[in-house]
């Protein structure tokens, strides 16, 4: 056993002498791997037609790559604690451009699944890396820089998704959902080969024990096969399915076996302690509830324009394009505010504009259209930039607070965690949003079945009014069953527009909830005005 003071192995950081290169190289690599989850999920329709899936079997295209990005999230601390980011990322990079290159030739389920599996394993160690440079080999003159460009690329990426993925579907093809990550991954590579400065591995210090991979495999384990659950929850019926309760039950037991092996046999790469801060619990909260309120620009909009309004994806991307475009000014703009101002008061400004914009939003009704959504997405643009920004400001600032730097582990093991509330906030609002706005739609739909009788005053006369229009085209009685059809239509347009409204006000209550939990966060001593005013060589 060993004791919890062992060391890890020691790294001494080296900042390097190209940071924008460097800065650009992991950004890159997030923008890929965030990319790339997002066109498939708006681009699953093109997929499964182009490979002649099954809805069922389409499910486990997004389920498999997600999952494994899932998995390499915690170990990811052990690798690059082993290993180095650098040479991490690297070879991650050339896997994943290789194999995005091959996806589209795959034409058998298991080969496109087995593919993707490797796809997400190596972009999954994009996102917890790129914190660990920003940390440990940028000086911190440009760390302000580094979180400004990493939330514009996220909030940017993830809006611009739904373009990129309707272009190619239009000019291209759907090979181009995956070939677009073979173009922009050996960019990163040659920015990461120059700007991340090469460092010999680590070696444990004499006396205390080489580290351990087999908690981080139960932990990895174990998160991935819950992500499953949650992934493929809703088609199965949750805990009907015997599947979902097995999936449950080993995702548990291998956390808690993780949580018992760590307890008992501490890993020298791995400390707990400082994430039991209160602060980074509640960042935490906020990052989930980011997610969730992202899912009112990403999902709710998108959806409503395409169910009630008969929209295209082209013809949607406009509408997203209001929130991404903007980002470039707008990460700037915030990082100037962070400088000067403490990043809990941005923060709070920002969840308050999403709330005021999904306020705007919740005024939909079915005539609707994209220039609608125009002024609303303005303030919802602005509110998510200085929410995200702020929201990884403060984070970066708790691991300052910390002394992590001191340990390069500490700071692997902060970014695998919090990729961890990531993709788990993101999959449980996701899931939470699709079975509230069902839910609401079905409720909606009875209230409205109750005042849409036949012999009623205002159902016979709309009826009549339809089956008139219809009458020069159709014979009496065809004109009359046209009629009640539209008339049907039209009811579950109606139910549909009041759900996705009802969906709109729970994501603003849930931004009322995020700035209470922002009010229990206390102050970090060190502020961003201290932290750019550092020496370069300091860190």
């Avoid at 005042?451 to 089956?467: I, K, P």
Wanted: proline share 6%; charged share 10%.
């Amino acid at each position: 056993m060993t004791s919890p003071d062992s060391k890890a192995p020691e790294i001494h950081p080296t900042l390097t002498t190209h940071p924008l290169l460097g800065v650009a190289g992991v950004l890159l690599g997030a923008m890929i791997a965030t990319c790339t989850g997002r066109l498939m999920s708006v681009g699953l329709v093109d997929i499964r037609g182009a490979l002649h899936l099954g809805v069922d079997e389409a499910s486990w295209i997004n389920t498999s790559f997600n999952a494994s990005m899932m998995f390499i999230g915690p170990f990811s601390v052990y690798l690059g604690g082993l290993l180095g980011p650098r040479r991490v990322l690297l070879a991650c990079a050339c896997i994943f451009t290789a194999v995005s290159f091959l996806i589209p030739f795959c034409h058998s389920l298991g080969a496109v699944i087995t593919m993707l599996v490797l796809a997400g394993l190596s972009a999954g160690t994009f996102y917890p890396l790129t914190l660990s440079f920003v940390l440990r080999n940028l000086p911190m003159r440009f760390v302000l820089l580094g979180i400004a460009m990493y939330a514009t690329d996220i909030i940017f990426t993830t809006d611009m998704a739904q373009a990129w993925e309707s272009f190619f579907i239009e000019h291209l093809s759907w090979h181009w959902i995956f070939w677009n990550g073979t173009v922009l991954t050996p960019l990163m590579i040659v920015l990461i080969y120059f700007g991340i400065p090469w460092q010999p591995l680590p070696k444990p210090q004499p006396g205390h024990p080489a580290p351990s991979w087999r908690g981080f495999l139960y932990a990895s384990l174990g998160a991935a096969i819950l992500y499953v659950a949650l992934d493929q929850g809703q088609r199965l019926d949750w805990f009907h399915s015997s599947l979902i309760i097995g999936m449950t039950a080993s995702g548990v037991l291998l956390i808690v076996a993780a949580f018992v092996r760590h307890f008992l046999l501490p890993n020298p790469l791995l400390h707990h302690r400082f994430l039991m801060r209160r602060n980074t619990l509640l960042l935490a909260l906020v990052l989930i509830s980011f997610r969730f309120v992202m899912l009112g620009t990403v999902v709710n909009i998108p959806n409503f324009l395409a169910s009630v309004r008969g929209f295209l994806p082209l013809q949607e991307a406009p509408v997203l394009i209001w929130v991404a475009l903007p980002q470039f000014v707008l990460g700037i703009a915030a990082m100037s505010l962070m400088r000067r101002i403490d990043p809990r008061l941005i923060l709070t400004a920002g969840f308050g504009l999403v709330g005021m914009a999904c306020l705007l939003d919740a005024r939909v009704t079915a005539v609707w259209a994209g220039p609608n959504f125009g002024i609303a997405q303005a303030v919802m643009a602005v509110g998510l930039a200085l929410a995200f920004n702020s929201m990884v400001g403060s984070i970066v600032l708790e691991v300052l607070d910390t002394g992590a730097l001191t340990r390069p582990a500490d700071v692997l093991t902060f970014a695998g965690f919090f990729q961890i509330v990531r993709l788990f906030g993101g999959e449980l609002g996701g899931v939470f949003m699709g079975h509230f706005i069902a839910v609401r739609e079905e409720f909606h739909s009875n209230m409205l079945g109750l005042n849409v009788q036949l012999g009623t005053l205002l159902t016979d006369h709309r009826l009549f009014g339809l089956g008139h229009a219809f009458a020069p085209h159709s014979t009496g009685p065809t004109a009359v069953g046209r009629a009640a059809a539209v008339l049907a239509l039209q009811v579950r347009q109606q139910a549909f527009t009041l759900a996705i409204s009802d969906s709109f006000i729970l994501v603003a209550a849930c931004c009322v909830a995020c700035l209470v939990v922002v009010s229990f966060m206390s102050r970090v001593p060190t502020q961003y005005r201290q932290v750019v005013a550092a020496p370069l060589e300091a860190k």
